[in-house]
Each structure stands twice: as C-alpha cells, then as structure tokens.
C-alpha cells in the first residue's frame, strides 16, 4: 500500500540552526501539506501546497518557514532559524484531490534545545 | 480560534461496548468532514468521512452522524475493540476554492481508552 514517508524521524538541533524535513509524498498525488503538532496541543495546519506553489499558509507559517518541492518526488519544510517554540511533531501529508482524504507520514520529531 | 472543538480529552469504554466521540464546528462554511484515528508515534490515519449533503455514514464498525442545524457530529464504534484505544481527531474543511488545497482544520482529539 502506498505511503508518504519522512525523513529524520527525529532532529535535535541548537536555536538558531536551520533545519530541513524531508517528505515523500505518494506519487500520484496532487496536493501536499505539512502539518504539526506540538506536545500536547492539536495537531496544526501550517501549509498546503499544489502545483508548484504554496496554495495556503496558516499565520504560523512565518517568514522563517518555507516549502519547496526540488525534484518532483520529495516536499521539503525549512525553518530557516528554528525557535525553542519550534519543538513539536511535523507531519508531511498528500491527497490526490483537495478536501479529500489525506494520507499522513509517520512524522518528524523536531526538538530545538 | 477552535473552530472545531472536541470536548472530551479521553473516554473510557469497555470492550464490546459502543464508542461514541463527539465533534462541534463553529464555521459553517465547512462542507466535508473526517475522522482520523492516531497511535503513539505514528501519523495519523484516516479513518472514515462525511460530506455535507449526507446525515450517516457508515464503514463497518465505524458510523458517522452528521447534524448540520447543530453544527455536531459523531462517530460510533460497535462493537469497541482494544485496538481501537487510541486518540481521535476530528477534522473539517471548506469547500475547494479552486485556486488551490485547503488545510484540514482539526480538533483537539479524544484519547480513547477501551478497557477489557
């Protein structure tokens, strides 16, 4: 059965380092979003993203985030400079049609001491 | 802003017992709506969902009921099993705007605990 994979499981990082998760979106799918939730807390939108450009972005979607989609397979999430707020669970999601069901990665533990 | 709220962090049902999990939206624009079942360590993972224009849905085990003029709905688990002790979330989204995918906008989610 297909999935969405990501990749680190989990990155421990110093603030202010720039950190980068990786996603592998299922292949015939269309629309691709992150997603993340910190420990405890709902799990949060951040960004969708289709056709090549962001179609969506929630307000913690700052200026330090970016997505990128580089070679037509993986969907990156940058934090540019990663805040101690930034610890939480990341989770890279796709669907084939939007408001469609959304298949969900294992997720990417993101701890920033 | 929790335009989708779950008020129950956890519910304790007995094995062989209904589960029901209850769900409440503010935003009357959302049209479509999921339920998505979330082990330990894992993602999440869809689980069953309900468009607008339908009242019931139904997936094995697995009901959803969807109360649109109470901005409420709820999935039903018969008969409970201890597989299915984990955590629920209740998600919702908009119509397709057509320029574009918009977000799921979840709840908070329900622990639940089925006991033997």
């Known amino acids: 059965e297909p999935e969405v994979t990501q990749t680190p499981s989990h990155q421990v990082t110093q603030m202010g380092q720039e950190v980068i998760l990786r996603c592998v979106p299922i292949?015939?799918?269309?629309?691709f979003y992150w997603y993340r939730q910190i420990l405890g807390q709902k799990v949060e939108f951040l960004v969708s993203f289709y056709n090549n450009e962001i179609s969506e972005k929630s307000e913690i979607f700052d200026d330090q985030f970016s997505v990128e989609r580089p070679d037509g397979s993986n969907f990156t999430l940058k934090i540019r400079s990663t805040k101690l707020e930034d610890s939480a669970m990341y989770f890279c999601a796709s669907s084939d049609i939007s408001t469609g069901e959304l298949f969900f990665g294992e997720g990417s533990r993101l701890t920033v001491l | 802003d929790q335009q989708v709220k779950q008020n129950s962090p956890s519910l304790s049902v007995q094995e062989g017992r209904i589960s029901i999990l209850n769900c409440d939206y503010t935003?009357?624009?959302?049209?479509?709506f999921l339920w998505y079942k979330k082990y330990p360590a894992e993602g999440p993972t869809f689980l069953i969902s309900i468009s607008s224009i339908k009242d019931k849905n139904e997936d094995g085990r697995f009901t959803v009921f969807l109360n649109k003029s109470a901005k409420h709905l709820s999935l039903h688990i018969v008969p409970s099993q201890p597989g299915d002790s984990a955590v629920y979330f209740c998600a919702a989204s908009q119509p397709f705007s057509g320029g574009g995918a918009d977000g799921l906008t979840f709840g908070k989610g329900t622990h639940l605990i089925i006991q033997p």
């Open positions: 935003n009357s624009m959302f049209d479509y």
């Open positions: 292949s015939n799918h269309l629309y």
